[in-house]
């Protein structure tokens, strides 16, 4: 059985986008406004996920998110792991060790997912590429450094929202950690229930977060 945690952990402090269908050829700030629109178009999505650290290791699983301010990245069976933002915090659980950890959203690539007020427009820009069908852009904003870089990919399609359909990201965080992150089965507008972001915390012998 591989190790976990390192690949997770660094999903938390970064999510990147190495292997991603190539990006388009920058067209100006029209893709950029149209990838704004996209984001916060997107008020629900659910997905399946595939996650590979630098090192080349690959988890799979389920992604649930719901705006404002929540998503839930439910790792396949036999990893003891959860990811789950709510409540203006991301939390990584890991049950194996009964371990909490608990981190602000707007410290983690995912609040350019969360917040539906935040306009990437100001510090994204369009990364070059040569298929017209892909939109590739990079988020880094110089005010919040720890939130590291993260690269968006998505593909043109007239019934996602906006008209792009999230593909994934690459995530890079201030330590180098590299995390790839690609979706398939995309649903948007889906209801998504609140009681999908509660959790069981491994602290407690009863109950629930």
């Known amino acids: ?3 976990t945690r390192p690949a997770v952990i660094a999903t938390i402090a970064a999510l990147s986008v190495a292997a ?32 590979a650290d630098r090192n080349g290791k690959v988890l799979t699983g389920v992604l649930t998110l719901k705006k404002p301010g929540k998503i839930r990245f439910q790792y396949q069976k036999g990893v003891p792991i959860l990811i789950v933002a709510e409540g203006g915090a991301l939390t990584f659980i890991d049950y194996s060790v009964k371990q909490v950890q608990r ?38 904003d110089p005010k919040h450094p720890e939130t590291g870089k993260i690269t968006l990919v998505f593909v043109r399609n007239a019934g996602a929202p906006g008209g ?6 690459v ?16 649903k948007f507008g889906v209801p998504v229930s609140e009681n999908t972001f509660r959790w069981n915390d491994p602290r407690r012998t009863n109950g629930r977060k």
Request: aromatic share 8%; charged share 15%; hydrophobic share 45%.
């Open 164 to 169: 792009l359909m999230l593909q994934g990201w």
């Open 171 to 186: 995530a890079l965080d201030s330590q180098n950690n590299r995390t790839t992150v690609r979706l398939t089965n995309q």
């Open 20 to 51: 991603v269908p190539a990006p388009i050829a920058a067209q100006a700030t029209g893709d950029l406004a149209a990838v704004q629109k996209s984001l916060q178009a997107m008020e629900t999505m659910t997905a399946d996920f595939s996650q």
């Open 103 to 140: 981190w602000p959203i707007k410290n983690s690539p995912l609040v350019v997912f969360l917040d539906p007020s935040r306009d990437i427009t100001r510090y994204a820009k369009l990364v070059p590429g040569y298929d017209s069908r892909i939109v590739s852009v990079e988020v880094n």
């Open 1 to 3: 059985m591989f190790n």
